[in-house]
């Protein structure tokens, strides 16, 4: 059905020229027409402008239009959260005291917690039981503005659970009216008992077959760092995956400079992520890749680490992506209004700057910014509708305050 949605304060993230990703200067501009309309037909965006201009709309298109009031509030394209884990069993609160006690993540690690724990926990959970509570998840974010996921699997380290996982997600495609693409991971951590390199062997030799076998994942990951993978082990995975059609996408230097960018570029990777411990030569070889570096700020909140130096990277002149890494263990946290405010107030990212990385760039670090990331003529009509707000600055600036007043999905609202 039609729908027109007028007395738009400020329509934001317009994007004439179909960009796939916006770089360096460039993200600090976004093209927004205040007093506006948008025109949504069939689920996509099918035009806007001034609310001069809404009476050259054809009668027709008005008349058979469902006229929504904005009342004055900003329209936004919705976020694109291209690196989270929300499949997952339980919380881990547990750890987070231990975090308060002085322990590391990597200490955590070592004395069986962090990913082996959630590993231990989603062993002896059935699939419904891990649908119900990724979808509360899932439910949670799409209300919080994200109409664009990518979720991992990682918490299996073993074929069946990782299968279980990706099943789980692949229920989730089929039932959330958000967009959502799968990563494998089972390369996240080395499983109980076994030793780096048998498990190197499993996940290409006997996952990744089973995982393509039943087409359950878009890309395929591997944690490339200090205490983690390799970049030799991280290369083998990749080259396999790509025999199988999964595009490489590299958790890398987060925990120290471990070569995970330079493993991104050279397979083509679509992403690397994380990038706390991200060096100056590694910014100078993203500039000749297209691969896209992504920033998870809300991983450098919650442990108190480094922030990636995402002013430095727009400085020269890359395009930054920035996504949630919601986690049980390290974000436990989907918000990505709260990642714009993050990204401005401990990055030193502009607002603007902040918006376009979690909205375009977002969806190139996922692959979809063809479809989603911006308010495009063609573009599936993923929005939300704010509460009225003096300028896109007080997004970021009122970094607690819940401003989305209503949500459209493939131009349909959720309630």
């Known amino acids: 059905m039609n729908k027109v949605i007028n007395n738009i304060g400020i329509l934001a993230g317009i994007d004439e020229e179909k960009k796939e990703r916006i770089c360096g200067k460039a993200m600090d501009q976004m093209h927004c027409i205040n007093n506006a309309w948008l025109w949504v037909k069939d689920g996509r965006i099918a035009g806007y402008g001034p609310m001069e201009s809404l009476k050259n709309l054809s009668p027709e298109v008005l008349n058979d239009a469902e006229i929504i009031d904005a009342e004055g509030g900003a329209v936004l394209p919705s976020f694109c959260d291209s690196h989270t884990h929300l499949v997952y069993a339980g919380s881990r609160e547990q750890e987070f005291v231990d975090k308060i006690h002085g322990l590391s993540y990597a200490e955590i690690a070592r004395r069986g917690g962090g990913i082996l724990n959630s590993a231990d926990r989603l062993h002896e959970m059935t ?48 039932t959330a009216p958000m967009k959502v693409v799968s990563t494998f991971l089972g390369a996240h951590a080395v499983a109980r008992g076994m030793s780096q390199s048998a498990y190197v062997r499993q996940v290409i030799d006997e996952m990744m077959p089973a995982v393509a076998a039943e087409q359950l994942a878009d890309y395929v990951d ?38 995970g960018v330079e493993v991104a570029v050279k397979h083509h990777a679509l992403s690397v992520d994380h990038l706390e411990s991200m060096t100056d030569e590694d910014i100078q070889m993203l500039k000749q890749a297209d691969t896209m570096p992504t920033g998870l700020p809300g991983t450098s909140f919650f442990l108190n680490m480094p922030f990636a130096p995402a002013r430095k990277m727009i400085d020269e002149g890359l395009a930054v992506a920035l996504a949630s890494d919601y986690n049980p263990g390290s974000t436990p946290s989907g918000d990505m209004k709260f990642v714009v405010s993050l990204a401005c107030i401990k990055m030193h990212l502009t607002p603007y700057e902040a918006l376009n990385a979690t909205t375009l760039n977002t969806a190139c670090a996922m692959g979809v910014s063809q479809e989603y990331g911006s308010i495009t003529v063609g573009k599936v009509a993923n929005f939300y509708i704010t509460k009225p707000i003096p300028s896109l600055d007080f997004i970021p600036y009122a970094y607690t305050t819940p401003i989305i007043q209503r949500v459209f999905l493939k131009g349909e609202e959720i309630l």
């Open 127 to 174: 699939e419904q039981q891990l649908f119900e509570q990724a979808m509360e998840r899932v439910n949670e974010i799409i209300h919080k503005g994200t109409g664009a996921v990518e979720i991992k699997s990682g918490y299996g380290l073993n074929t069946a659970d990782e299968l279980k996982m990706l099943r789980v997600i692949r229920r989730i495609k089929e």
């Open 222 to 259: 591997v944690f490339c760092d200090e205490g983690f993978f390799t970049p030799e082990e991280t290369s083998a995975i990749l080259e396999a995956g790509m025999k199988y059609g999964m595009r490489g996408k590299i958790h890398g230097q987060e925990l120290a400079p471990s070569g």
